[in-house]
Each structure stands twice: as structure tokens, then as C-alpha cells.
């Protein structure tokens, strides 16, 4: 993985680089920050950087907005680019599966784990990795044997490079019984050994692992990078990429799950939603059947439901103001349903919509119940637009 592959995070990317060549660099780093924002992504190539024998400079006119990068041809980065240097150690949340039914440890995993990256080229997280091991619900940890492979793994000699580098990857993820060992290698770290850890979840580390470690701290990729790498990669109209990137709050593996949703489903499911809504005093049981539909989606799909539902409303605004709006609506039903909708959202219930919105949307993130917590959205909602 080389820097030039992750999306934005041009600023971290270049203080990264600073703090390898000033020879500043900490023994133990934690990148903290959502998966989607490339965290991890952000640790691999930054591993490959530290590990390249041929580094590339640049002054800074670059259009890639780097100040340097790994060659990416080199020995080494070619073997970090498959994630078969032998100096590269990879620890990460695993459980019993199908195959390895006991005693199981991220080394078993290696190669499955290796190809997962390489498929989703670094933007991993939870979910996805736990559908990889085909084991659904069942959630991860890292383990004693873990622990112990640490350990055991960097108090041998280095091969190739002078760091051994230990990624740990959701490292909120250790167990507790797991821990001593892994504080005791923090705290008499071996020599020329780099820890990167891990985290979307950094309130869930231990606090004194946490404070033998520097922080990292990954910010959501911004708007307009995160925009303009879905263009490339999909081919996408501007319009639709910043759409898609601001309702992903720029995490592209939440961008990535918006897409595939089709818009004319939202847009169908909006439509159905709101004119329910409207006769939220007689059509309970309708309104019920309409929130169980939703609520077989997953919950990400919920949030983006109703961000994408926030969106529509705020086109309706804006024809409501009489100015310019986008074609969200897709087609001439979508346009028809604007045009008639549009006399019910205004100024003074718009705030309170969005108020609405944003309370749902962080109680599912809070893994409330859906089911109320939509029901009771459509209650208020049609409250609202019929101006009680
Ligand atoms: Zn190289």
C-alpha cells in the first residue's frame, strides 16, 4: 500500500512522513479513527514507508500533494504490497470458524486475512472481515494466543529490515485476560520494534495501553476527496459523489454501502413514507408494516435511509424558496410527488425535521430499537408536516 493509493488525509500523511525522517519515530503509535476514514489503510502504507529502501521525495508541486512516498518497486514494498514481508506482523479479532474450530489465533488466519485486505484494498472493518470468516454474528477477539504470538514474534531478529513492525488491528478487540502481555511489550518495548495499533473505538482501550502509545488521530476524509475518488472510481457525476460523500460524513466504506443501495428505492420507500405519515392518527397498523420493512435492512442502511430521506427533504426546501434544485427526485412521479410535497415543508418545521432526523439517526447508531425508534420518527414527522 503505498500513500499515493489512500483516499485524502494529505496533511496526516505528510506529518507521518515528517516523523519517520526526523528518526522521532515512537515505538508504539495508535491510529485512532473510523475504518472507513482508512485507518488502517493509513498504518499499512505507512509500514511500507518506514520499511522502503528507496524512498521517494517530492517538492512538493507533486500532484499527488505528497511530500514523499515508498517506490512501491523496491524489495520490500513489493512484498508489503502483498503482505508477505517476513519483518510485517499482523494481529487482528478472530474467532472458532468451520476450519479452525479451537485454539484459534490470527496466525491461522493470515492468509484469509491477507487476501481480505488485498480485495478491499486496505478498507477494512468488522462486519465485513467477520463475513469474510463466514462466521455472521459471532464477534472476534484477540486472544491469549494472540498475545503470546506477539511476544513471541518480535523478540526474534529482524530478516530483511531494521523495524519489525506489529500491526494490531481493532485493538480494542483484546481480551482482557490477554493484556499483561501485551502492556509488558509496551512498556520494555524490544529493540527496533514498531507497534501500530488500530481503533475506531479508542474509548474502548485499555487506559494503560493507551498511554504507551502516541496517537494517531484520523480524521473523516474530506469531503471533497472522498468525492472525487468515487467520480474516479465509478465513474459517477460530481453531484452524485459529494451527495454520497457528505451522507457518509466522508467514510468510504459507508459511501461504498450508500451507493450500492439503489436511489430509486429511497426515493420510492420517501414517498410511501411521507404520505403515511400524513395520516399518522388513523394508519398505525400501515405505518407499523412500513417501519418492519425498514427495519430488515441492516442498520447502516437505516442511517443512510434517513439521510438520503434528509436530503429530499432539503431539496423540497429549496423548492419551497423558489431556488434551484438538483434532480434527486429521478423521475416525472418523483418530480410530480416534489411539486405536490414541497407546501408542507417550510421554514418553521424544517429545523425540527432535521432535529428529528439527527436524534434517530445517533439512537439507531446507539443500537436502540428501529422499530420504535421509526415509528415514532413517522408519528412526529406527520405531526409536523401537518403543521400541529
Ligand atoms: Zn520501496
Same mark, same amino acid.
Given at each position: 500500500?503505498q500513500?499515493?493509493?489512500?483516499i485524502?488525509q494529505?496533511?496526516? &500523511?505528510n506529518?507521518?512522513?515528517?516523523? $519517520?525522517?526526523?528518526g522521532r519515530?515512537? #515505538? /508504539?503509535?495508535l491510529?485512532?479513527?473510523?475504518?472507513?476514514? +482508512?485507518s488502517?489503510a493509513?498504518?499499512? $502504507?505507512?509500514?511500507?514507508? &518506514?520499511?522502503?529502501?528507496?524512498?521517494?521525495?517530492?517538492?512538493g508541486?507533486d =500532484?499527488s500533494?505528497? @511530500?514523499?512516498?515508498?517506490?512501491?518497486?523496491?524489495?520490500?514494498?513489493?512484498?508489503?504490497?502483498r503482505?508477505?514481508h517476513?519483518?510485517? #506482523?499482523?494481529?487482528?479479532?478472530n474467532?472458532?470458524? @468451520?476450519?479452525?474450530?479451537?485454539?484459534?489465533e490470527?496466525?491461522?488466519f493470515?492468509?484469509?486475512?491477507t487476501q481480505?485486505?488485498?480485495?478491499?484494498?486496505?478498507?477494512?472493518d468488522?462486519?465485513?472481515?467477520y463475513?469474510?470468516? +463466514?462466521v455472521?454474528? =459471532?464477534?472476534g477477539l484477540?486472544?491469549v494466543?494472540d498475545a503470546a504470538?506477539i *511476544?513471541?514474534?518480535l523478540?526474534?531478529?529482524?530478516y530483511e529490515s531494521k523495524?519489525k513492525?506489529?500491526? &494490531?488491528?481493532?485493538?480494542?478487540?483484546? %481480551? #482482557?485476560?490477554a493484556?499483561?502481555?501485551l502492556?509488558k511489550i509496551?512498556?520494555?518495548p524490544?529493540?527496533n520494534t514498531?507497534?501500530?495499533?488500530?481503533?475506531d473505538?479508542?474509548?474502548? &482501550?485499555l487506559?494503560?495501553?493507551?498511554?504507551?502509545?502516541?496517537?494517531?488521530k484520523?480524521?473523516?476524509?474530506?469531503e471533497?476527496?472522498?468525492?472525487?475518488?468515487?467520480?474516479e472510481?465509478? $465513474?459517477m457525476?460530481?453531484?452524485e459523489?459529494?451527495?454520497?460523500?457528505?451522507q /457518509? +460524513?466522508?467514510?468510504?466504506?459507508?459511501?461504498l454501502?450508500?451507493?450500492?443501495?439503489s436511489?430509486?428505492?429511497f426515493v420510492?420507500?420517501?414517498?410511501?413514507?411521507?404520505?403515511?405519515?400524513?395520516?399518522?392518527?388513523? @394508519? /398505525?397498523?400501515?405505518?407499523?408494516?412500513?417501519v418492519?420493512?425498514?427495519?430488515k435492512w441492516?442498520?447502516?442502511?437505516?442511517k443512510?435511509?434517513?439521510?438520503?430521506?434528509?436530503?429530499?427533504?432539503?431539496?423540497?426546501?429549496?423548492?419551497?424558496?423558489?431556488?434551484?434544485?438538483?434532480? %434527486?427526485f429521478?423521475?416525472?412521479?418523483?418530480?410530480?410527488?416534489?411539486?405536490?410535497?414541497s407546501r408542507? *415543508?417550510?421554514?418553521t418545521?424544517i429545523?425540527e425535521?432535521?432535529?428529528?432526523?439527527?436524534?434517530?439517526? %445517533?439512537n439507531i447508531q446507539?443500537? /436502540?430499537?428501529?422499530?420504535?425508534?421509526?415509528?415514532d420518527?413517522?408519528?412526529?414527522?406527520g405531526?409536523?408536516?401537518?403543521?400541529?
Amino acid at each position: 500500500m503505498q500513500f499515493a493509493r489512500i483516499i485524502g488525509q494529505r496533511k496526516l &500523511i505528510n506529518s507521518l512522513v515528517d516523523m $519517520a525522517m526526523s528518526g522521532r519515530v515512537s #515505538h /508504539a503509535q495508535l491510529f485512532s479513527g473510523s475504518y472507513g476514514s +482508512g485507518s488502517f489503510a493509513l498504518a499499512l $502504507a505507512y509500514a511500507q514507508f &518506514i520499511a522502503c529502501e528507496n524512498k521517494q521525495f517530492y517538492d512538493g508541486t507533486d =500532484k499527488s500533494g505528497l @511530500k514523499a512516498d515508498s517506490c512501491g518497486k523496491c524489495p520490500s514494498c513489493i512484498k508489503y504490497s502483498r503482505l508477505i514481508h517476513p519483518d510485517l #506482523h499482523l494481529v487482528f479479532p478472530n474467532t472458532t470458524t @468451520k476450519k479452525i474450530d479451537s485454539k484459534n489465533e490470527s496466525l491461522l488466519f493470515r492468509e484469509q486475512f491477507t487476501q481480505y485486505v488485498l480485495e478491499r484494498n486496505a478498507y477494512i472493518d468488522l462486519p465485513s472481515w467477520y463475513e469474510a470468516l +463466514g462466521v455472521d454474528n =459471532k464477534q472476534g477477539l484477540i486472544n491469549v494466543r494472540d498475545a503470546a504470538y506477539i *511476544v513471541k514474534a518480535l523478540s526474534m531478529k529482524t530478516y530483511e529490515s531494521k523495524y519489525k513492525i506489529m500491526i &494490531i488491528w481493532a485493538c480494542d478487540k483484546l %481480551y #482482557h485476560e490477554a493484556a499483561p502481555n501485551l502492556l509488558k511489550i509496551l512498556e520494555e518495548p524490544y529493540e527496533n520494534t514498531l507497534f501500530l495499533l488500530v481503533s475506531d473505538n479508542i474509548g474502548n &482501550i485499555l487506559g494503560t495501553i493507551r498511554s504507551r502509545t502516541q496517537l494517531v488521530k484520523v480524521l473523516p476524509i474530506a469531503e471533497e476527496d472522498l468525492a472525487g475518488h468515487l467520480q474516479e472510481e465509478f $465513474a459517477m457525476e460530481k453531484d452524485e459523489a459529494l451527495m454520497i460523500s457528505r451522507q /457518509a +460524513g466522508g467514510d468510504y466504506i459507508k459511501a461504498l454501502e450508500y451507493k450500492d443501495r439503489s436511489k430509486a428505492e429511497f426515493v420510492a420507500c420517501f414517498m410511501q413514507w411521507t404520505r403515511l405519515a400524513f395520516q399518522y392518527r388513523r @394508519k /398505525a397498523g400501515e405505518i407499523s408494516a412500513f417501519v418492519e420493512r425498514i427495519c430488515k435492512w441492516g442498520r447502516e442502511e437505516q442511517k443512510s435511509f434517513l439521510s438520503y430521506s434528509l436530503e429530499l427533504f432539503r431539496q423540497c426546501m429549496h423548492t419551497t424558496l423558489g431556488l434551484e434544485t438538483g434532480m %434527486y427526485f429521478l423521475d416525472e412521479e418523483g418530480e410530480e410527488f416534489r411539486r405536490n410535497f414541497s407546501r408542507f *415543508v417550510n421554514e418553521t418545521n424544517i429545523g425540527e425535521i432535521y432535529r428529528l432526523f439527527e436524534r434517530s439517526q %445517533y439512537n439507531i447508531q446507539r443500537n /436502540a430499537s428501529s422499530k420504535m425508534v421509526l415509528f415514532d420518527l413517522t408519528l412526529q414527522m406527520g405531526r409536523l408536516l401537518s403543521g400541529k
